[in-house]
């Protein structure tokens, strides 16, 4: 038998070319199978699907049509994102570059925990992650930042920070409605448990946390969001950091979701305040249109890093930097990394500031008009106006049975793709718009197909 082509090297490129046409039209058929935004049929139909086609996973012998078998069944099987009826979470479509460049760092494969693996990307990761950082904290010097896999990763990567910066211990004080990788992090670090504040309003209460932080003892860690998960919130940042510097407290800001509005010049006012934090949390793989993963941690005074060095004498012997050879074990938690660098650089480059700008502001403008659309329709009830990009809404005069009921409805039928979310004591229905692609007729033909698929539920009776 013979060995299979490599992806780099001499033979890499004539290896790839026919299995990227095999990659292709497999996705391109597998959509037109799909049909719609996700698969019909619900969990067990799709699992059959799968498990039909993919057979037994390691046979004794090689099927060379596996690739073009599983991928169809991959694309067939998928939620798409870039479907304009795909709308329930953080979840955005990538733009064609960026995914384009992320199979030009699967093909090298460098990994990111010594020079002599990635040479140039190491470089890149460098000129990226300044100018990142620079973007966020425009007024001060030397911020930096560092890649990671997602917000989780970079809200661990901030209460760590935190921790180490007073000596050990810290407690974290986040809102109602911070993301719960927050706790979760606090809970892995063995810290004390979290003070949650009041959010009544679905951001956090400057006046309740002005009076826990008054009463608690220190050292304290304040985490922000700009951009909840539910709503699209943005809580009063200024206020916020007011407090923080007033008490002595550390701020971290989840920026997660919101920190792209920072390429918008329309839109960025909305985030007056964010550079008070010490830490800042952002994800390109919401509102920056990158494949998974594209994460980051922006930290105002780059001294806050040293806490993550580390010393392994095959990555980093004191010799080889000393004759130097960049050290890369301080800039994560992890030890091999995946080249996440080249797709945000391509994109940056390709797009600026300004045609990323352009994207924040498509999405934002659909969710304004999606909005204006519930709220001018009888049979709806809005629950606000948009922040970001995410709408809430839900049937009017239904119970919360109907409508966890619908959305499970279109889920299974393939029809449409909503999130949901309880707040006010109620359940709602989630629209989050990260497809600039999206038009009038697709937001009009959503609200119209959950109007329709609503009006076949009889309540009181309503499927589970």
Request: one cysteine or more.
């Amino acid at each position: 038998m013979s060995t299979p082509p490599l992806a780099s090297g001499p033979e890499g490129p004539p290896a790839l070319r026919p299995l990227l046409d095999t990659v292709l039209e497999a996705l391109d058929a597998g959509a037109r199978a799909r049909g719609g935004p996700l698969p019909a049929g619900g969990p067990q139909a799709v699992a059959a699907h799968v498990r039909e086609t993919a057979g037994e996973i390691l046979p004794d012998q090689g099927d060379p049509h596996a690739l073009r078998a599983l991928v169809h069944a991959f694309a067939e099987g998928a939620a798409d994102p870039a479907h304009p009826l795909c709308a329930a979470h953080l979840h955005c479509p990538s733009l064609a570059v960026a995914a384009a460049a992320d199979l030009a760092a699967s093909a090298l494969n460098p990994s990111l925990d010594s020079w002599d693996q990635a040479p140039a990307a190491s470089e890149l990761e460098t000129l990226v992650t300044g100018a990142l950082a620079r973007e966020i904290y425009r007024r001060d010097a030397t911020p930096d930042s560092l890649i990671t896999t997602g917000g989780t990763e970079s809200n661990q990567l901030a209460l760590l920070l935190a921790r180490e910066a007073h000596g050990g211990t810290v407690r974290l004080v986040c809102g109602a409605n911070a993301h719960h990788s927050l706790t979760r992090a606090a809970w892995l670090l063995g810290l004390p448990r979290p003070v949650v504040v009041p959010a009544p309003a679905g951001t956090l209460d400057p006046a309740a946390l002005d009076q826990t932080l008054t009463r608690l003892p220190g050292p304290l860690l304040v985490a922000a969001t700009a951009g909840t998960t539910d709503a699209g919130l943005i809580d009063p940042l200024p206020e916020i950091a007011t407090r923080c510097a007033a008490r002595g407290a550390r701020l971290h800001i989840d920026a997660a979701y919101g920190g792209g509005l920072l390429f918008s010049t329309r839109h960025r006012t909305a985030l007056t305040g964010l550079d008070a934090a010490h830490t800042i949390t952002l994800d390109l793989h919401k509102l920056g249109w990158q494949p998974i993963a594209a994460g980051l941690l922006a930290v105002k005074d780059p001294r806050d890093l040293t806490a993550l060095r580390q010393r392994a004498d095959y990555l980093n012997a004191p010799d080889d930097t000393e004759a130097g050879l960049p050290d890369l074990l301080d800039r994560s938690l992890r030890t091999t990394r995946r080249p996440d660098v080249l797709k945000l650089a391509v994109t940056l480059k390709t797009l600026g500031r300004a045609g990323l700008g352009t994207l924040v502001d498509q999405v934002c403008a659909r969710a304004r008009e999606f909005a204006a659309l519930v709220h001018d329709h009888p049979g709806f009830e809005l629950h606000a106006p948009p922040v970001i990009s995410t709408v809430l809404f839900r049937p009017e005069g239904a119970t919360d049975t109907t409508v966890a009921a619908l959305r499970r409805a279109l889920l299974t039928e393939g029809r449409a793709v909503l999130g949901r979310t309880r707040l006010d004591g109620r359940l709602w229905l989630k629209a989050t718009l990260l497809n600039p692609a999206t038009g009038p007729d697709d937001l009009a033909a959503l609200l119209h197909l959950v109007a329709t698929r609503r009006a076949t539920l009889v309540e009181g009776n309503t499927p589970r």
